[in-house]
Every structure is written in C-alpha cells, then in structure tokens.
C-alpha cells in the first residue's frame, strides 16, 4: 500500500491568509486527490489533482479559492486562499491507482482553524 | 452523478456481538466499493473492498456482500471488539472518484 504524509499536521490561521498543505507519496501513484471533512462528516472531494496541469475540481470548488498543484506523480500542493472561519476543517491528501487497480490510500490530514 | 447512502448512522452493540451496516448506491456503472475505518483524530484506513465481479469477500472477523442487482452491498463485522470502535465509510468508484457514504459510527460496549 502507497504511503502518504502531509505537513503540517495542524495550523491556526487568521482570517484572510492563505495556506498551502503539502501532500507526499512513496510511490507512483497515478490519481492524487483532495478532499475536506468537516467534524463528524464525512469525506468531500474537493478535486483531482492532475500531473502537469489544472486540476479537475467538484461542484462548489474553484481554483481560486483551492489552487492546487501537482508538479510530479508523487508530489501535489492544495492552497486554501483568503481564508474565512468557514475553511476550518480537515483537509485530507488520497492517492491511488486506476485502471482496474483503483484502491486509494489516505494521507493523515491537516487540521486546519481559521479565527 | 453517483449517490451513496449508508444505514445506521449510529450503532451500538455488545462486545462479541456482530454489527452490519449497509450501503447503497445509485450508478449501476459504479464496479468497486471498498469501506473504511477511520478512528478519532486519524485518517481513513482501507478494511476492505470489492469489485462487481464478485459477490462476497471475507477477511477473518470482515466480510463484505455485494448485490448488483439491488445496488447495494453491506459490511459484516462478527464477533466484535471495543477497538472495532469508529467511524465506517463506504464508497462507490464512480469513474475515477470515489462518492463517500455519510458514514456510521460503531461503538463496542464492553
């Protein structure tokens, strides 16, 4: 199974500043997706992160306020920007094959809150 | 688009009992279901999964049934421990994402 860390594990931002979580596999992955969990809910998509170009994000997201970058397979950025205490969540890295093969793994989130 | 919901949302049983959940999903297209565990403050982990080829699959005190047909399939733990204590996801592969059920969460009462 593919092994998936995160950084930083937690942060507590002001309100209108920006973050960018950092998200690492150890192999080559093919998919690489983002997605946000509020507390006691379950799991969002926020969008797939696509090597060498936009990602393709879900309804409600948009690369404005969620940029994301994956500049290699094993290696993507989410940025959430001009936060509000609405982003305050757990964002959360997955990557995992396709193709058949389609099992996907969870890196260990981030905990976000935003005053 | 894919619709996954998940039945209870809440479950309580006796140490040693067994506990089921079930799912269902809408997109008869949708081919691969894994179920996750996700414990308090931790990420989801994979427990198990199947694919629409086949019916059931069983791994010691886990099992997952897949009827196709109903568009549902259920998550079967026997025999059950306080550390089998979390909350459990299922999902559809619809197309290349995954749609999440809202979750259950399972308490095993000493």
């Known amino acids: 199974s593919a092994v998936i860390s995160q950084k930083p594990s937690r942060d507590i931002c002001q309100r209108g500043t920006s973050l960018t979580i950092q998200c690492q596999v150890d192999?080559?992955?093919?998919?690489m997706f983002w997605y946000r969990q509020q507390p006691g809910q379950s799991l969002t998509l926020i969008a797939t992160a696509n090597q060498g170009s936009e990602a393709t994000y879900e309804s409600g997201f948009v690369i404005d306020k969620f940029p994301i970058s994956r500049p290699n397979l094993t290696f993507s950025t989410l940025t959430v920007s001009n936060m509000s205490p609405e982003d305050s969540s757990i964002y959360l890295c997955?990557?995992?094959?396709?193709?058949?093969?389609?099992?996907?793994?969870f890196g260990p989130g981030t905990r976000l809150l935003v005053l | 688009g894919e619709n996954v919901e998940q039945h209870p949302s809440t479950l309580s049983v006796q140490e040693g009992d067994s506990a089921v959940i079930k799912c269902t999903y809408s997109d008869s297209a949708s081919n691969y279901f894994p179920w996750y565990k996700q414990e308090l403050g931790k990420r989801p982990q994979l427990i198990i999964d199947?694919?629409?080829?086949?019916g059931e699959k069983k791994d010691q005190r886990i099992a997952v049934t897949l009827n196709k047909t109903a568009k549902h399939f259920s998550l079967h733990i026997t025999e059950t421990q306080p550390e089998d204590s979390a909350v459990y996801f299922c999902?559809?592969?619809?197309?290349?994402?995954?749609?999440f059920g809202p979750g259950t969460r399972l308490s095993v009462l000493p």
């Open positions: 199947i694919r629409s080829n086949v």
């Open positions: 997955s990557g995992g094959t396709s193709g058949g093969q389609e099992t996907q793994y």
């Open positions: 999902a559809a592969l619809h197309g290349q994402n995954f749609v």
């Open positions: 192999s080559q992955v093919t998919m």
